[in-house]
Structures are given as C-alpha cells and as structure tokens.
C-alpha cells in the first residue's frame, strides 16, 4: 500500500497517497502519518476520490 511508503521516508517530505473511491480515506490519513498536505477541491473535484475542503475540514477537526 502506498502509506507504507511513510515508513520509509521518515525524514522527507512526502505527499503520498491513492485514488479514486478505493484510495479516498488515504488523502486524510497521509495527513496524520506526516505529509505536510493533502489536496482538496475547492468547489468540483478534479481528481478521482477528491474531498472538498470543507469535508477534510470536518473530518479532520
């Protein structure tokens, strides 16, 4: 999976994640393993499994 990759690269920063609804949940968690970011729509998604800002925003409190 591509959140193992966090373990791996403790000392850089990376922004990694999956697509699409079977990767969906990856854009939040990589925040909580240490990317710096995530990217999320500010209206229409233009990425498959894209949240808006306002729902990373609920979700991640």
Do not use: H, W
């Not at 850089?12 to 994640?17: E, M, P, R, V």
């Not at 990767?23 to 990217?39: E, V």
């Amino acid at each position: 999976m591509v959140l193992s990759l966090y373990g791996i690269a403790s000392r850089t920063n990376l922004i990694a994640f999956s697509m699409g609804d079977f990767g969906k949940m990856s854009r939040i968690l990589c925040l909580y393993l240490g990317s710096p970011y995530t990217y999320v729509s500010l209206g229409k998604p233009i990425a498959p499994g894209q949240f808006s800002l306002d729902e990373v925003k609920s979700i991640s409190g």
